[in-house]
């Protein structure tokens, strides 16, 4: 093993699935760290054995002791375990006293975590994916640039490039997280209202280029923007191939979705562990299966007198070179360079940071842009009158 350097960066990964291990990869390619990524599934970590500056850990990451040892021999964390343990790993972090990275999308309000992060004098970048992340990195840039900001629409999605029966979807992050999105209410702000609707509403089509139709849907990906931000109009959708939708709604409202316990026979099973379970099969990527992800974040506002709209698009496909999914390229990648940030000094600010508090610094929101764009993740920037 190369020798560690005496002014690298202890990281760690916790969490070793498609984008963990993205993300872990990317850091362990850079001389700046030195990297440890950590999973219950030894199967997981056998994947990442031939990279170079890094070393693997098997453990129980629910398990709040382990956690903890696991963190106080680091000096940086970077957290992608499933949203359902994702708020309880960030307190444990924090309690250690460990800046953190977090694409968890966990449920709760991460705010509530902002006392406990100051007190320990730690920065916690939180929802540093692709949509809630870069999506709100750019909400972030625009809020500062735009006088005002009065609209900003994000549609975002990934899906396999070939269609296959009956879903027509792989899911890059686990499943349960997916079925999230199909459940959480989604938030929403409509003329400076603050709106709730059913996820999987207002179903639009999308055109994407060289992509096609696709369509698009209220999901709840706005989360902190709605408490940080001040903007008459914003709305989140996730794009999908046509026809999803109306299969998921079709699970949930028969209950397939359901948290509450079905008693069968002697037993009694949630029917969402049982879907999960089956879905997992249904959505794992087979060997060598490439997708592809989308999205296009449309922000306008008032500019030396005038309307504008600022539209950032992008259209990223699988890397066939190193074999990395597209989604996990362009979800793992925003938070590694958040990673940088923190690592090198250039966001030092205490307390909880959501994205677009990055998007905010001008040196920051560069960084990030220039960043993904190393990796081929090259977002298209575009500006018309509104």
Known sequence: MTAARSDAVNVIVLGAGRVGAAMARDLASSSRFETTVVDVSGEALDRLQDVPRMETARADLSDASVLRTLVEGHDLVVSAVP?????????????????????????????????????????????????????????????????????????????????????????????????????????????????????????????????????????????????????????????????????????????????????????EVRPIDLTAELLFEEWQFREGEEDLTVMRVELEGGSEGREVCHTWSLVDRYDREQGISSMARATGYTCTAAVHLLADGRYPTPGMSPPEFLGRDADCFEFIVGYLRERGVDWRHDVVDA
Request: net charge negative; proline share 6%; glycine share 10%.
């Open 83 to 267: 949203g359902p343990m994702g708020f309880r790993t960030v307190w444990t972090v924090l309690e250690a006293g460990r800046n953190v990275v977090d694409i968890s999308f966990f449920d709760e309000d991460p705010f509530e975590l902002d006392g406990l992060a100051r007190e320990k004098g730690c920065t916690a970048v939180v929802d540093c994916g692709v949509v809630p992340g870069f999506s709100n990195i750019l909400v972030g840039r625009y809020e500062q640039e735009l006088d005002p900001l009065r609209s900003v629409r994000c549609l975002c999605g990934g899906v396999p490039t070939v269609r296959y029966w009956p879903y027509e979807y792989r899911a890059t992050f686990s499943p349960i997280d997916v079925i999230a999105e199909y459940t959480r209410p989604a938030r929403l702000r409509r003329g400076g209202r603050n709106l709730t609707l059913p996820a999987l509403s207002e179903v639009e089509p999308a055109e994407f280029e060289g992509v096609g139709t696709l369509e698009a849907f209220n999901t709840d990906g706005l989360r902190t923007l709605l408490r940080t931000v001040d903007c008459e109009d914003m709305v989140d959708k996730t794009v999908r191939y046509p026809g999803h939708a109306d299969k998921m709604r079709l699970l949930r409202e028969t209950g397939y979705f359901s948290e509450e316990p079905v008693r069968i026979g002697d037993d």
